[in-house]
């Protein structure tokens, strides 16, 4: 799978912003796909999973403030990041994984993910 990652932009604290990551090529029908973030000298760090079967898992820090999304019929995965913080500021990345398993997904972690995108950079300033 392909992954494209748009929509990463500057803004300042409080603004919004939404991720796209359209994938291309064969897309299976169980999946994880997430969005993960990385600073320089930082480990990539996953924000938000969402599962085949509907379910989401999210960071503690960003809760109630991003949502992730997906439109099975154009393979499109979605982040909408509202209240931003400058502790945002990151490149965002896009990640699927083959098949579902509720533990992995839920894990965020960056090594159940086989597949990535290039990343888009968010910027919040204060």
């Known amino acids: 799978v392909q992954l494209a990652e748009s929509g990463g932009d500057s803004v300042y604290t409080g603004g919004s912003l939404r991720l796209s990551c359209a994938a291309s090529g064969y897309t299976a029908t169980s999946y994880c796909m997430g969005w993960f973030r990385q600073t320089p000298g930082k480990e990539r760090e996953g924000v938000a999973t969402l599962g085949s079967d509907g379910s989401t898992r999210y960071t503690d820090s960003v809760k109630g403030r991003f949502t992730i999304s997906r439109d099975n019929a154009k393979k499109t995965l979605y982040l909408q990041m509202d209240g931003l913080k400058p502790e945002d500021t990151a490149i965002y990345y896009c990640?699927?994984?083959?098949?579902?398993?509720?533990?992995?997904?839920?894990?965020?972690?960056?090594?159940?993910?086989?597949?990535w995108g290039r990343g888009t950079q968010v910027t919040v300033s204060p």
């Open positions: 990640a699927y994984k083959w098949g579902y398993n509720r533990g992995a997904c839920n894990s965020l972690s960056a090594t159940v993910f086989r597949d």
